[in-house]
């Protein structure tokens, strides 16, 4: 199901209802762009801790926005063994309801191919739902406060110019109680219209009327005067700011609700969350850990859970969250066939007919559906098969505890973040040195270069002529300290730490 800004008011209660009645919630979302120029110079790197990634990360995250975002609810019918699933498709917008302009960036790359998949750029710009976080609220509610003129700075000016003109035309041989109506004013232009209107005239009333109209109503002070202070009034503060506040509404309910989030690869998704919806992303990673955990303390990322099913099991190799899907939906997952029903809701049932990859919905419910079939497969060896019919979900979170708050880091120091606890380092292959001979002025990257046609290893200075080779493959390790063995210029070993700590050798000389 497809909401975008005109419908999200008018959804709301009914979203809030399936959030309290879900097992758990998956989300996925689409992004502007992924990683900022200068981020992807210095490329995604095995020597990144989980702190220098996160601070690499939050440069992308502070340039982009989400531009669509997935929500998968999963509530249990009937008996434990039987999903419901209710998925949505938000179209997203920075809020401009009284707030300094937004400033975003578009990735080319990244436009091509979300286009590629069928994304509408229209729905994203004009059907836009407003969202703020709590800095940019308290901007916009100490503005209502003072009856800021600012409160109209993101209007466009041609839209706020032919309101007040046609407002001033008609007012002068207007008789009191006489009304008109303004068009084409929806959301924030609706709020940003009446509150002008109301400032710049004092004898005038407005309220909204739906369907993007607003009307004004000519009238005496005192008249003025009693309305303002109504219970009334469409204009009031707290109405204004869950206008504004927009799908930052159903994060709160979200927060509140405490369900195990669920995501694949899903730090990015987490690093938006905050961003966009909470606070701007600190400084500092150990508190932005703390922050999510106090927000969702139960994460659980697909991709870590995948890892483990696909070392137990006897799968085929998936590289995508689609592959996963299709391989644990087929007959090569020997326990399917006794995996709880997941039943596609009225309103995202083409799901059941079409696939739609890169469509945040659909994704959504793929993870959905792989954190089940995931959790019933592992709960099935752990148990050597003897699984209730009816296991429940708590059942689930008990097989599942040792990868819970897990998120998976892509090629980094850590195989994870923890974020219920220390980050464990990763399991890499051993690193190799390079000692370079005869070969003067040699960089990282010429020596990257220079190993890319056999695999592929991170590169990392250690001294004048060493460099430190990292890579995530035993093979490739393998392969380079065969065919460098009796290179001329080249001399390529396994690290050692206390024979190559360029420390230790100043300590022994």
Not at 81 to 96: A, G, I, K, Q, T
Not at 376 to 386: K, Y
Not at 459 to 483: A, C, G, P, T, W
Request: glycine share 4%; proline share 5%.
């Amino acid at each position: 199901m497809e909401v975008g800004a005109a419908d999200f008011e008018r959804c709301l209660p009914d979203l809030r209802g399936r959030v309290g009645s879900a097992a758990f919630l998956a989300l996925d979302m689409e992004f502007t762009g992924l990683h900022l120029a200068a981020t992807q110079n210095e490329g995604l790197s095995l020597f990144d801790s989980p702190a220098e990634r996160y601070l690499k990360a939050r440069q992308s995250v502070q340039r982009f926005t989400v531009a669509q975002l997935g929500g998968c609810c999963s509530e249990v019918e009937n008996h434990p063994s039987r999903y419901v699933v209710h998925s949505y498709n938000f179209f997203l917008f920075p809020s401009m309801l009284g707030l300094p302009d937004v400033e975003f960036t578009l990735s080319a790359a990244s436009v091509q191919f979300l286009s590629h998949y069928g994304f509408d750029y229209n729905k994203f710009l004009k059907d836009g739902i407003p969202y703020m976080n709590e800095v940019q609220e308290k901007i916009l509610s100490q503005r209502l406060l003072v009856g800021s003129s600012e409160v109209s700075s993101a209007l466009a000016r041609d839209v706020l110019k032919k309101a007040i003109d046609e407002v001033t035309c008609w007012i002068a041989a207007a008789e009191e109680e006489e009304t008109m109506t303004l068009q084409d004013l929806s959301g924030y232009r609706s709020f940003e219209v009446q509150l002008v209107l109301r400032k710049g005239l004092k004898n005038v009333w407005t309220q909204p009327l739906g369907d993007k109209k607003v009307m004004v109503k000519k009238v005496s002070p005192q008249q003025r005067q009693l309305l303002e202070n109504s219970p009334y009034d469409y204009c009031q503060k707290e109405l204004i700011l869950l206008s504004a506040r927009g799908f930052t509404n159903l994060f709160q309910t979200l927060v509140k609700a405490k369900k195990p989030l669920v995501g694949h690869n899903m730090l990015m998704d987490l690093m938006h969350l905050h961003d966009k919806f909470y606070r701007p992303l600190p400084e500092s990673y150990e508190e932005f850990k703390r922050n999510i955990h106090n927000l969702f303390p139960v994460l659980i990322d697909t991709k870590t859970i995948t890892k483990a099913v696909w070392k137990k099991c006897s799968l085929p190799r998936a590289c995508n969250l689609l592959e996963v899907y299709e391989v644990l939906c087929s007959n090569l997952n020997p326990e399917d066939s006794t995996c709880p029903v997941i039943a596609l809701a009225s309103d995202c049932s083409r799901y059941a007919e079409k696939k739609s990859p890169h469509e945040a919905g659909y994704d959504a419910f793929l993870c959905g559906s792989v954190l089940l079939k995931s959790a019933h497969l592992l709960l099935c060896r752990s148990t050597d098969g003897a699984v209730e019919p009816d296991a429940s979900f708590s059942q689930y979170l008990t097989v599942l505890a040792n990868h819970l708050n897990k998120v998976n880091l892509i090629r980094g120091g850590a195989s994870s973040i923890n974020f219920s606890g220390e980050d464990s380092p990763c399991e890499h292959p051993p690193a190799l040195i390079v000692h370079v001979q005869g070969w003067p002025g040699l960089n990282e990257r010429q020596i990257y270069e220079e190993f890319k046609p056999l695999c592929r290893f991170d590169v990392r200075r250690l001294s004048k002529n060493q460099f430190i080779l990292l890579s995530n493959k035993f093979d490739d390790v393998r392969l380079v300290l065969r065919e460098y063995k009796h290179h001329p210029r080249l001399r390529v070993s396994v690290r050692r730490h206390w024979r190559h700590s360029p420390s230790v050798n100043c300590v022994l000389q």
